[in-house]
């Protein structure tokens, strides 16, 4: 029997380890950056072949700075994916964006260092990434809001290290920036996912109100871990129904970023 081609996939963040039932297959994948976070499991959402990659692996074995992201990338677009939801658990610059918020930012900010950030080390290939998130991706996740979490279309995501939470004067400066979300894990995966042109939004839930909000407060991994699991049932409905939402299942015009371009190496 021949292995699934799924077109489209999930990569599930902190306390979204799984996404289907045990009738779904398992592929275990091997790239040239070694072996991603978990093995790719594919399974039916509303008749269509979907993947799906614990970004943290299946017993959140991987801290946000040491999670496998070129392995991720390479393993879901060998098997066929050409377009990803990124559900992802984020904290909140923003007092009136509070826990149980969904946002689908529209834009980030890379506060990373360390980090390997491209497939392309030669070759002199130049990624366009003033836009980082795929427009008909985002459109599809803003039509499927639930009445549980209030729904937000658009807003600022600033990436930093971890695995530590920010200080109280970094989330001041970060809020003062006009950004709305911190998070650690969507940064390299969104440039990642455009160097080999696949379709990528972060579809991200809030957990917390950032350090800097609340005198006398700080962010847990407790309480994250707590308000991602309470709103977890009405999340993944979310994120189910936007997979349900996408029209088409090939990479959009807009993150076909190669054409005219010659590369090193040819994609997966």
């Known amino acids: 029997?021949?292995?699934?081609?799924?077109?489209?996939?999930?990569i599930g963040g902190s306390g979204f380890y799984d996404f289907f039932g045990d009738d779904a297959t398992t592929l275990e994948i091997e790239t040239p950056y070694g072996a991603p976070s978990a093995p790719i499991t594919v399974?039916?959402?509303?008749?269509?072949?979907?993947?799906?990659?614990?970004?943290?692996?299946?017993?959140?074995?991987?801290?946000?700075?040491?999670?496998?992201?070129?392995?991720?990338?390479?393993?879901?677009?060998?098997?066929?994916?050409?377009?990803?939801f990124a559900p992802c658990a984020v904290g909140s610059l923003r007092a009136d964006w509070g826990p149980g918020t969904v946002a689908v930012p529209d834009q980030l900010v890379d506060r990373t260092s360390g980090r390997p950030q491209t497939f392309f080390d030669n070759g002199g290939i130049h990624v366009s990434f003033?836009?980082?998130?795929?427009?008909?991706?985002?459109?599809?996740?803003?039509?499927?809001?639930?009445?549980?979490?209030?729904?937000?279309?658009a807003g600022t995501m600033v990436v930093v290290q971890g695995p530590r939470?920010?200080?109280?004067?970094?989330?001041?400066?970060?809020?003062?920036?006009?950004?709305?979300?911190?998070?650690?894990?969507?940064?390299?995966?969104?440039?990642?996912?455009?160097?080999?042109e696949m379709c990528y939004a972060a579809i991200a839930l809030v957990t917390d109100l950032d350090a800097g909000l609340e005198a006398g407060e700080g962010v847990s991994a407790v309480a994250v871990f707590e308000e991602f699991e309470r709103n977890l049932v009405p999340f993944k409905r979310l994120v189910r129904?936007?997979?349900?939402?996408?029209?088409?299942?090939?990479?959009?015009?807009?993150?076909r970023v190669h054409t005219g371009v010659t590369l090193p190496f040819d994609l997966p």
């Not at 998130?133 to 729904?151: G, I, N, Q």
């Open 1 to 10: 029997m021949s292995s699934p081609r799924p077109a489209l996939a999930i």
């Open 130 to 153: 003033a836009d980082p998130y795929c427009d008909e991706l985002r459109s599809a996740a803003t039509k499927s809001a639930v009445a549980e979490l209030p729904m937000k279309s």
């Open 241 to 255: 129904q936007a997979v349900a939402t996408v029209d088409g299942t090939d990479t959009c015009d807009r993150c």
């Open 165 to 196: 939470f920010s200080t109280r004067a970094e989330s001041r400066w970060f809020a003062g920036q006009g950004w709305e979300l911190v998070n650690m894990t969507g940064f390299p995966e969104a440039v990642l996912a455009r160097e080999l």
């Open 43 to 84: 399974g039916d959402v509303d008749g269509r072949q979907v993947a799906f990659l614990p970004r943290h692996g299946r017993k959140h074995e991987y801290s946000p700075h040491t999670v496998p992201y070129q392995a991720n990338m390479w393993a879901l677009r060998s098997i066929g994916v050409r377009r990803i």
